[in-house]
């Protein structure tokens, strides 16, 4: 059937539907017979190929081919320990991957879209998986439609389907069947398309496909994109390729060395110097990060912020401003009207409407709450809505009559550009226009109002930080056509007006404070009155100095860019700004090399939301299209989330850089000691067994326990960092260095003394220096500034674990002879077993002496 030229009652009738919706059970069926209405995922790679990919490393490769070579003219037992190794190292990194992927998924579903259908005549909101064709659904400016729909009725109903026609301008659509059958798709105004944005108005519809049938389940696969690399991720795998070079380049000095001052064997030389490649190449620092992204992105989901784009996580630690709206991110969104006010003898001219009943009809009719169907006396929906007619019932001159003897006719729904909703009523042979919104909107579309006072008495009430409402309307002869704002939106009557208060949620103020001593900026920009806004600031601490200013929409819209430069830093609160404005506002912060995270739940905040570095939506109260344009998801809609977000993300990203220190440092350490031993006339001190060996320990579990340190305890009393620093960047690179060369160093004196005082065991004991000094480097990097012994050495007790089973392990090749023959060691005595012990805490002690400078210098309180 096509779908765009057949009248809806024959649609109806051949998908077997009506108005009402279909009843549960034939539902169940559908979706039974059509199957779930989603996009079929691309094929996700299945766990062997995650598997394969741990050994697409060529350095891998080349090592795995040395091994086996040097197994078939040698050492077969070397060779085998070399291999599983490797392949133990493989299962490290594909366990973490598949977890990595597994958290990433659960985001995903988490993220998933609500529809609202009409079933069984009741209107109620499943996930968009569960609409089958023949779903009554309902949709509104804000929504994304959850399947291929014929329009049925609409107002004022426009969509924007770049997702599937690339053009962005919204189309108007309404329910008239079309002539043309083959009409493309963007000229099909009657339908409505799955993943595509309603910008305004508000509309029903039937569903006509789902799932893979929808035009866009047709040219799936396009949508299906890849995670891009966070900026820590590609500076990173930078590095890596440099860094590989370097390394490289040691690796065939240190061959030549081997070969020719040594005069070692050419096989042997060549898996020391590549085993040592493999080891001293952070090949897997970028997977790392994206593991601890991942993981930390899944510990935020706890704390109510769901994160939509992982980058998001590395980049809320460097927020310099939080740019909040008020209604329900500060404050409760619990509206309640405290007071009204209606202009003296206001006369509707309606028979049987008294004085005293003119406001309240207006308020009784003028809304877009629905009817809770348990409770007569109850409304449901958006809390402002509710607040109003909820007032109006509970008054005494309330007539319950009113609704049926003044049906709807017609309604321009509310929008936050015009800060108006307007209600066409049948009013006897007459209609009755009623419209509501922001003074200063009702004001320009009213005739003979006076002002002034009316302006007063709103302030009035808004200085208490009450949010105003104010009501007009008119009696006109006819109806235009169709819904039309000049027509309808003009030559009204002033009415009057209703004050209503939002309580501040209490955890807000806290929070705002901690931002301050976070070095973030709070600003307040709202479309409510600058003298409410105002009132709340500076409840809430957001207006605090003299300096702080605040700004309206009317005055931003005279600011030249410059005066806005100059300005900005001063303006704390926007008031009664237009969603476009707040665009501006962010370019504005961002030229100044502020990093902004900005709230937004509405259609029209889709571009700051996207513009900002961290766009943040609501996840109660946000529209569909500001969720699809955000970074992180708030579930509960609360400011405080924010905050605890941003420091969630300092911890990761502090995370990641001790990982990075710890792992260089290490690497550093590795390479050194090796390149060295045989520049200073000492033999090569390490087999390739023992590099690949220590390698596995040092960089895959206590690695990992790093990434789930606790936050420092001064994580939100230090300014944010800067997004541009790079990885080297507050003595990651000088700290590399020293501890480096130090654990170098005391490796190598003690094997010099080793062999100089003829101990057999020089080589066993080198090999457990440089292990437990990794390992005191892991408990010791878990902090840049605090002592250790502060913090207790105990209290990361995934560390404790990796250490303990490391220490484990190294004694048990000490002196268990079944590994002794493996790895070619021998049982220390306990005086060569301390004694390594001893020299291994050295690199300890050192970098907590390196704290207590940088505490003496007052780099850090
Ligand atoms: P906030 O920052 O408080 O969340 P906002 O930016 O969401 O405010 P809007 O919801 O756009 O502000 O509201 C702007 C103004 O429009 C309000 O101050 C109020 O005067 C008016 N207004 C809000 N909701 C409605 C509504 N449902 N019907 C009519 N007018 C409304």
């Known amino acids: 059937m096509n779908w765009h030229t057949s009248p809806t009652d024959a649609i109806l009738n051949e998908l077997q539907s009506n108005m009402d919706g279909l009843p549960d059970d034939e539902a169940a069926k559908r979706i039974q017979q059509y199957g779930p209405n989603q996009l079929q995922e691309k094929k996700k790679r299945p766990a062997w190929m995650l598997f394969a990919m741990q050994f697409k490393d060529v350095m891998i490769l080349i090592l795995m081919v040395a091994a086996i070579v040097s197994g078939f003219v040698g050492d077969v037992k070397d060779a085998i320990v070399i291999l599983i190794i ?97 009409a493309p798709l963007g000229d099909r105004t009657n339908m409505a398309y799955k993943s595509t944005l309603v910008t305004a108005g508000n509309g029903t519809g039937i569903v006509v496909a789902t799932g893979m049938e929808t035009e866009i389940g047709k040219i799936a696969g ?18 890596s390729k440099k860094l590989s070079f370097v390394v490289l380049g040691i690796c065939v000095v ?64 460097s927020v310099t401003y939080i740019c909040t709206d008020k209604t329900g991110t500060l404050t409760q969104n619990q509206m309640t009207v405290q007071e009204i006010w209606q202009v003296e003898k206001f006369n509707l001219a309606i028979p049987g409407i008294s004085t005293n009943q003119a406001l309240l009809l207006l308020m009784s009719l003028n809304h877009d709450a629905q009817k809770d169907h348990t409770d007569n006396n109850k409304r449901k929906g958006d809390p402002t809505e509710v607040a109003l007619v909820q007032y109006a019932l509970q008054q005494e001159a309330y007539d319950d009559k009113w609704e049926q003897a003044f049906p709807r006719e017609q309604e321009l729904p509310f929008d936050s550009d015009r800060k108006l909703m307007t209600t066409v009523h049948k009013a006897n042979d007459q209609f009755l226009v009623v419209t509501k919104g922001a003074l200063e909107s009702i004001l320009k579309i009213c005739k003979n109002a006076d002002a002034e006072p009316i302006t007063a008495r709103s302030n009035q009430l808004a200085e208490t930080g009450q949010r105003v409402i104010a009501y007009s309307c008119k009696l006109v002869q006819q109806l235009p056509k169709e819904e039309d704002q000049t027509v309808l939106e003009s030559d009204q009557d002033f009415c009057g007006l ?137 579930l509960d809609d609360n400011f405080a989330t924010i905050v605890k977000a941003v420091e969630e993300g300092r911890r990761i990203y502090d995370n990641i850089r001790k990982f990075i220190r710890y792992v260089l440092a290490c690497n550093f350490a590795e390479i050194l000691t090796i390149f060295m031993a045989p520049v200073v006339g000492l033999p090569i001190p390490l087999l390739p067994i023992h590099i690949l060996w220590i390698n596995l320990v040092t960089d ?15 994580i939100m009393q230090r300014p944010p960092r800067n997004p541009g620093e790079g990885i080297f960047s507050q003595g990651l690179g000088f700290y590399t260095i020293w501890v480096g060369v130090l654990m170098a160093a005391v490796t190598l004196i003690m094997q010099a003394w080793a062999i100089h005082v003829g101990d057999a065991h020089w080589q066993t004991m080198v090999f457990t220096v440089l292990c437990f000094s990794q390992m005191a480097q892991a408990q010791v990097s878990r902090s840049e500034y605090e002592y250790i012994y502060r913090m207790g050495i105990f209290t990361n007790r995934p560390l404790v674990g990796a250490i303990a089973l490391t220490t484990i392990l190294q004694i048990a090749i000490i002196y268990l002879p079944v590994l002794n023959r493996i790895f070619n060691t021998a049982p220390l005595t306990i005086t060569e077993l301390g004694f390594s012990v001893l020299v291994s805490a050295i690199t300890f002690h050192a970098v907590e002496l390196e704290k207590f400078l940088k505490r003496r210098s007052g780099k850090v309180n």
């Open 700 to 714: 895959s579990l206590p690695g990992l326990a790093l990434a789930g340190e606790k936050a420092d305890t001064h």
């Open 222 to 239: 396009m949508l299906q994109e890849k995670e891009p690399a966070t900026p820590l991720q590609q500076r990173l795998a930078d590095f």
């Open 86 to 182: 490797i392949i133990i190292n493989a299962v490290v990194g594909f366990v973490q991957e598949f977890r990595a992927e597994k958290a990433i998924d659960a985001l995903k579903e988490l993220s998933a879209a609500l529809v609202r259908v009409r079933r069984n005549k009741q209107v109620k909101q499943i996930p968009a998986t569960e609409v089958v064709p023949g779903d009554i659904v309902l949709f509104e400016a804000g929504d994304m439609v959850g399947a291929d729909v014929r329009i049925v009725e609409s107002h004022a109903l426009k969509i924007e389907e770049a997702s599937l026609t690339g053009e962005s301008q919204a189309v108007d659509k309404s329910p008239r069947a079309l002539q043309d059958e083959e």
């Open 254 to 317: 240190l061959y030549g060395i081997g070969i020719f001052l040594r005069g070692q064997d050419p096989l042997n030389m060549l898996l020391t110097t590549i085993s040592l490649a493999v080891a001293a190449i952070p090949e897997a620092l970028p997977a790392v990060i994206t593991i601890a992204l991942a993981l930390g992105a899944k510990k935020l989901v706890r704390k109510n912020a769901l994160i939509r784009k992982l980058p998001a996580v590395e980049t809320l630690g």
């Open 498 to 634: 209703a004050g209503m208060i939002d309580p501040p949620r209490p955890e807000a103020r806290q929070a705002i404070a901690a931002c301050r001593t976070a070095g973030i900026v709070p600003v307040l920009i709202t479309g409510d009155h600058p003298v409410t806004a105002g009132a709340i600031a500076r409840d809430m601490g957001i207006l605090k100095s003299r300096d702080d200013r605040t700004v309206t929409g009317a005055e931003l819209a005279k600011f030249s860019d410059e005066d806005l430069d100059n300005n900005i830093t001063h303006i704390k609160v926007y008031a009664r700004v237009s969603p476009q404005q707040k665009l501006r506002i962010v370019k504005a912060l961002q030229k100044k090399e502020q990093f902004v995270a900005m709230t937004g739940d509405g259609v029209n905040d889709a571009p700051a939301l996207k513009r900002a570095n961290i766009g943040v939506a609501m996840g109660i109260t946000g529209t569909d299209v500001s969720k699809e344009a955000a970074d992180m998801i708030l």
